[in-house]
C-alpha cells in the first residue's frame, strides 16, 4: 500500500511502477461523479450510494470511508483474486484506509511516501494551481495528521527525485517478493501459477 500526504508523488510513483508491469494498481469504487477523462473501470467503478452500501453490507469492501458526503472504498474480490493469483497489487490510499486494511491483511507491506521538507510539499501544492489559499492550508494540516502515523509503516521513502523514488519502492517490491517468513504460501502460489500460465 503507498500512502502519504496530497502532492508527494503518490500517483506518479504507482504509475511508474504499474508501467514496469511490477504490479497493478487497484481499482477503487466511488459514488461521486466521473471527473473529465476519468474511465469506468480503470480510474474508478463508478456506482450510485445504493449500490455502494450493499456492497458493505455484503462485507465486499478492503477498507471504506465516506469523504465530503461520497463514499470511496477497496473493493475486496478484485484484490484477493490477484493476491491468489501470486500477483503484486498495489493499494494508493490514505493513513487511515491502510489502518483499515493491515487490520484485515496483516501480512500488507505498507509504504509511506514522504516530501523532502514541509516548504517544498507547499510549493508543489501552490504549484498546481487548482486549490484556494483555505484548500491549501487544509491539506498542509491533513500533511502534518499524516506524517505524524509514519510509524505505522513499513517503509518510508522521501520523493525529492521521481525517478529515484520509483526506484526505491521498486526494489521494496522486488526485496518483499524475496522474503520467505509469511510469504511461503504466496512463493509455493507462483510456483504452481508459472505451469499453468505455461500451459
Known amino acids: 500500500m503507498i500512502s502519504g500526504p496530497s502532492g508527494t508523488g503518490k500517483s506518479a510513483i504507482c504509475a511508474g511502477l504499474t508501467a514496469s508491469a511490477e504490479a497493478m494498481l487497484s481499482v477503487s469504487m466511488t459514488t461521486r461523479a466521473p471527473r473529465n477523462r476519468e474511465a469506468e473501470g480503470k480510474d474508478y467503478f463508478f456506482v450510485d450510494k445504493k449500490r455502494f452500501e450493499e456492497v458493505i453490507a455484503g462485507n465486499g469492501f478492503l477498507e471504506y470511508a465516506e469523504v465530503f458526503g461520497e463514499y470511496y472504498g477497496t473493493p475486496r474480490a478484485p484484490v484477493t483474486k490477484e493476491l491468489d493469483m501470486g500477483n503484486d497489487v498495489i493499494l494508493e490510499i490514505d ?88 510469504n511461503a504460501e504466496t512463493i509455493i502460489k507462483r510456483y504452481h501459477a508459472r505451469d499453468v500460465q505455461g500451459k
Open 95 to 182: 493513513v487511515d484506509g491502510a489502518m483499515q486494511v493491515r487490520a484485515v491483511m496483516p501480512d500488507a507491506v505498507l509504504v509511506f511516501i514522504m516530501p523532502p521538507s514541509a516548504t517544498e510539499l507547499r510549493k508543489r501544492i501552490e504549484g498546481r494551481g487548482t486549490e484556494t489559499a483555505t484548500d491549501i492550508a487544509l491539506r498542509l494540516d491533513r500533511a502534518d495528521t499524516e506524517i505524524a502515523k509514519v510509524g505505522y509503516y513499513d517503509y518510508c521513502v522521501i520523493n525529492d527525485d521521481i525517478e529515484r523514488a520509483i526506484g526505491d519502492v521498486s526494489a521494496i517490491v522486488r526485496a518483499e517478493k524475496l522474503k520467505v517468513g509469511a
